[in-house]
């Protein structure tokens, strides 16, 4: 078993910035690939950013320059520096983690508000 534990979000204007960071804890030795995936009520969750242990990172177009993923493997942490964010980012992030058995585990979301 993972645990995942968000922090980070809060009420930002408009072309701020905010960072969300997720510290993993329990079998965190089988953890292949973290990120960050977003869901606004009623619509699917959507993809935001991943680094696999590696440091490969993979992103989503709509926050290609604005959104950048790393990775503390000492810490067991993953974050998400936001930058410039839109009105449109306003939503609730989770944090994912998926094992090398591709096992998939979810922290309890983190809301970010932008105001325009």
């Known amino acids: 078993q993972v645990q995942l534990q968000e922090s980070g979000g809060g009420l930002v204007q408009a072309g701020g910035s905010l960072r969300l960071s997720c510290a993993a804890s329990?079998?965190?030795?089988?953890?292949?690939?973290m990120g960050w995936y977003r869901q606004a009520p009623g619509m699917q969750r959507d993809l935001v950013a991943t680094?696999?242990?590696?440091?490969?990172?993979n992103y989503a177009d709509s926050v290609k320059g604005r959104f950048t993923i790393s990775r503390d493997n000492a810490k067991n942490t993953v974050y998400l520096q936001m930058n410039s964010l839109k009105p449109e980012d306003t939503t609730v992030y989770f944090c994912?983690?998926?094992?090398?058995?591709?096992?998939?585990?979810w922290g309890q979301g983190t809301q970010v508000i932008v105001s325009s």
């Open positions: 680094i696999s242990v590696g440091g490969t990172t």
């Open positions: 994912h983690a998926q094992t090398y058995g591709a096992y998939n585990y």
């Open positions: 329990g079998a965190i030795f089988s953890v292949n690939v």
